[in-house]
């Protein structure tokens, strides 16, 4: 039988007790980014700071980030589930609770946490709970993982504010983003990473509501 006969609701998030059991082991993600050759897994220069975004595929998400200048290295992995070191397949069948990821390690005084959040709101549809366009299942829902205090904070305000100007523009939405403290990150397997580089026809599901954010980033 295949994982995905085994998961058929994949719009839930299963507890530990009924995850997929993973591995103690990582997969194989490289070492180096395909496109700036910077290290995914560091060192990371002094002064940097991660983030981590879910916004649907993780192919075409990584693209919108590491082509802004300020950001160091960007990867593609698996997070927010109870699964240790999740294959892509497993992560598929809605069994590992995972979402499909990008970390975004970024010099702050180039760009800022701020704009990378309005970078994130606008390039999805953080309004449809366990799916994003076509794609739907646990691993597309939209998420903001965060590294301490300061980054929750921009985080809970950039969603109040976005939420505002959505309701402003007459859209009878609701924000469904998943913010919290960064859970456990497992990097994606090599041929995930950068996808969009190293396949340029490949497939983007990408697609914002079309309202902008009106988050002034601080320089």
Known sequence: MFLVDLFKNKSRIP???NA????????????IHFVNHNP???PYPEGTEQIVFGLGCFWGAERIFWEREGVFVTSVGYAGGPTPNPTYHEVCTG?????EVVMVVFDPKIISCEALLKLFWESHNPTQGMRQGNDTGTQYRSVIYTYGEEQNAAALASCKTYQQALSESGANVTITTEIKDAPEYYFAEEYHQQYLAKNPDGYCGIR?????????PAR
Not at 21 to 31: A, K, V
Request: negative net charge.
């Open 40 to 42: 995914i897994h560091g």
């Open 95 to 99: 069994g590992t609770g995972h979402s």
């Open 15 to 17: 507890d530990a007790a």
């Open 208 to 216: 914002g509501t079309g309202i902008a954010c009106p988050i002034t």
């Open 20 to 31: 997929l059991p993973g591995r103690d082991n990582p997969t194989d993600s490289g070492e």
